[in-house]
């Protein structure tokens, strides 16, 4: 399968320990993009990499939180002190931009469920 | 201002009939208007997409309808089948990487 794989699928911790989840984007693709998704909503956006450049950080990323890629491949999403309000989906996507267009599919993962007791 | 509204939150379709989500949107940078389609336990998949100088785009039985002007745009579902129930996502995208979402409509086919 050579889709965007997310590691952990599933986490379960305890209020106040500190979680970090793995994004492999599809080979080659050069954006990385990071969302959340609670019960019943659409996935929101947190933040995004263009190759190693983290370039735009939601007012959602708290300081907490904090996103690296640094290779320009996978990608690592870190949770620090979590709080029960950040049980949720994280889905990871990446896209290829191009110089002709910036309107580039992007693949999603399969996510990874957080549960903080 | 940034907000994509979806309705309706869920909807229940007979197999062969027509689902129709509608969503609606106040930001004018808008550029490109993808629809998701998300199955338990699955991120998000593009569905179709359209840009708002096209008033409507069809892929198979899938047809985004768009309205610049009332500045909303509708996916229809025709000849629904079971194997299309899942969560739809309508979204809107501005400066080319940041995904708005909608809040999703759960759509059911029954047999």
């Known amino acids: 399968d050579t889709g965007v794989s997310q590691d952990p699928r599933h986490k379960i911790t305890k209020r106040g320990q500190n979680v970090t989840f793995r994004c492999d984007p599809i080979?080659?693709?050069?954006?990385l993009y990071w969302y959340r998704q609670t019960l019943g909503q659409g996935p929101e956006f947190l933040t995004y990499f263009q190759n190693e450049a983290q370039l735009e950080k939601s007012r959602l990323l708290s300081d907490r939180f904090s996103a690296e890629r640094p290779k320009g491949s996978f990608s690592t999403l870190e949770i620090q002190r979590t709080e029960q309000g950040d049980s949720a989906m994280y889905l990871c996507?990446?896209?290829?931009?191009?110089?002709?267009?910036?309107?580039?599919?992007?693949?999603f993962g399969p996510g990874t469920r957080l549960t903080v007791l | 201002q940034q907000q994509v509204k979806q309705s309706p939150q869920s909807l229940i379709v007979q197999k062969g009939g027509i689902s129709i989500i509608n969503c609606a949107y106040e930001?004018?940078?808008?550029?490109?208007f993808p629809w998701y389609q998300q199955f338990p336990g699955k991120g998000p998949a593009l569905l179709i997409a359209i840009r708002p100088d096209v008033s409507e785009k069809k892929e198979g039985r899938f047809t985004i309808s768009f309205n610049k002007s009332a500045k909303q745009f509708s996916l229809h579902i025709m000849d629904s089948q079971p194997g299309d129930s899942a969560t739809y996502f309508c979204a809107a995208r501005t400066g080319g990487f940041k995904t708005i979402f909608g809040a999703g409509t759960r759509l059911f086919v029954k047999a």
């Open positions: 080979s080659e693709h050069n954006r």
């Open positions: 996507a990446s896209s290829f931009l191009t110089g002709q267009s910036s309107y580039n599919e992007q693949f």
């Open positions: 930001n004018t940078a808008f550029d490109y």
